[in-house]
């Protein structure tokens, strides 16, 4: 168990809708990455908070966008879904300590769109 | 930009046999290198790390060692268990603008037999 809680697990919905999906990072963490992985793509990183600003973007479409909270839970939101999406969403926590590179994974959104 | 190369799988040993898996990168900079490994149905899971050149990671009788000169970062197993069997993913990591965000070969799928 990495620490690093992510909910839901499952997620089935249609195109053109909206969900949002929700990361808690370990304790005391405050960076808090999102990766997208798919079949065609791999694995890809999508947006970095950091103490609840935004540090870095990667292939972000512009339909998604993330947030993170004064508790420092996080949240992606995906909108006007296209069935492209339909992918596994997991977010990354890393710490400040001598470990600040390292990256603890949870277990992951699996998102169906139909 | 950076990038991560790993062989292609899938790759089927039978049990105790000698595992390696390649790994090369290009990157900018001084490059923190990883392996993760992912089970069937779970999140991604740290194996080892090296942070600078020479460094040896290890874990669970898993080795890499990284190589400057070779720009890679390849898994090593003396023997290999049933156990084993999973997705594994070199990736790197290197700083920019106070973001360490990951950059991943495209995994490579290991079928331990017994």
């Known amino acids: 168990d990495s620490g690093v809680t992510q909910t839901p697990k499952h997620l089935i919905t249609a195109t053109g809708q909206r969900v949002t999906l929700r990361c808690s990072p370990r304790?005391?963490?405050?960076?808090v990455y999102w990766y997208q992985q798919s079949l065609d793509q791999g694995l890809q990183f999508l947006i970095q908070y950091y103490n609840g600003e935004e540090r870095a973007k990667g292939n972000i479409l512009e339909r998604f966008s993330a947030q993170q909270f004064p508790d420092l839970h996080s949240e992606l939101n995906l909108s006007s879904l296209e069935l492209g999406d339909s992918a596994l969403y997991f977010c990354?926590?890393?710490?400040?300590?001598?470990?600040?590179?390292?990256?603890?994974f949870g277990p992951g959104t699996r998102l169906l769109v139909l | 930009g950076n990038s991560v190369t790993q062989m292609e799988g899938p790759v089927t040993l039978s049990e105790e046999a000698f595992l390696t898996i390649n790994c090369t990168y290009t990157?900018?900079?001084?490059?923190?290198l990883f392996w993760y490994v992912q089970y069937p149905g779970e999140g991604l899971q740290l194996l080892l790390k090296a942070t600078k050149a020479d460094d040896k990671g290890s874990n669970k009788g898993f080795e890499a060692t990284y190589r400057k000169e070779t720009t890679s970062f390849h898994l090593e197993k003396g023997s290999v268990q049933v156990s084993d069997s999973a997705v594994y993913f070199c990736a790197l990591s290197s700083s920019g603008a106070g973001s360490y965000q990951l950059t991943f070969g495209k995994g490579t799928k290991l079928s331990v037999i017994p």
């Open positions: 990157a900018t900079g001084y490059p923190s």
């Open positions: 990354a926590s890393s710490g400040t300590g001598t470990d600040y590179e390292t990256q603890y």
């Open positions: 304790s005391g963490d405050l960076s």
